[in-house]
């Protein structure tokens, strides 16, 4: 008697072994990039994470949430946190699985709350009908990036004209920042060299930071 199997189970069974077998590689390759960067590895989920940076939106949404592939250490004298991301939106049939890459930077100075991200068609819609997010004096920065900020002059302090072009000449990440670090993630896994990539993004923007502006969150007199 002949048991025939079903094309869809052969079908669920293939792609079972093939998000396995794409894992295990993409670990392989995380942990031989940390080990490059001198940083700490582990595949363990953390699911903390998401309560040590209250403060950062992509680290707070849905449910089941955890990092996971984590790199950990100093990296250009600043703290470096590179992770893969898991959380889960709606349910039952219409539950849909989310995966995204962040690196953590810690500021060597306190920061204030600021939001840059690259502007997308629902942004200019939103604007259209009155949602506007901060503009600047640069009109092609101000058509690629949206900003926000509950203190515009911090956000006109931290992206001035060098900062701009800065930004404008580096791969397009989402980047946040709380009081005491900065995060980049675009929506999407990183490849490896990508976070290094985004952590180098992060750190030319603190570096960009204006005197006066390094003076005033110290406390020093100019």
């Known amino acids: 008697m002949e048991v025939l199997i079903p094309l869809s189970l052969i079908l669920v069974v ?30 363990a989920k953390d699911y903390y994470i998401d309560k040590h ?5 992509c680290l707070q949404q849905g449910r089941d949430r955890y ?15 590179g992770f893969d991301y898991h959380y889960k939106t709606g349910s039952g049939k219409h539950t849909h699985t989310h995966y995204l890459s962040c690196v953590i930077l810690s500021s060597a100075v306190r920061l204030k709350p600021l939001f840059i ?10 604007e259209f009908i009155g949602f506007d997010d901060i503009d600047f004096e640069s009109a092609e920065f101000s058509r690629e990036f949206y900003v926000k900020s509950t203190d515009k002059k911090w ?37 490896p060299i990508e976070f290094e990539s985004s952590a180098n993004t992060v750190k030319g923007l603190l570096d960009l930071l204006p005197n006066y502006l390094l003076q005033q969150q ?4 100019p």
């Open 155 to 191: 956000a006109y302090d931290v992206i001035h004209q060098r900062a701009m072009e800065y930004l404008l000449s580096q791969p397009r990440f989402s980047i946040q920042f709380d009081n005491d670090h900065v995060i980049a993630y675009n929506n999407s896994m990183f490849e």
């Open 14 to 43: 293939a792609m079972i072994i093939y998000n396995i077998i794409s894992a295990d590689k993409r670990r392989k390759l995380l942990a031989e990039y940390a080990g490059q960067l001198n940083l700490r590895f582990t595949s």
């Open 53 to 57: 940076f209250r403060n950062f939106n």
């Open 67 to 81: 990092a996971y592939n984590i790199m950990q250490g100093q990296w250009n004298n600043h703290e470096f946190i």
């Open 117 to 126: 991200r690259p502007e997308n068609f629902f942004d200019k819609v939103t």
């Open 218 to 221: 110290t406390g020093q007199n």
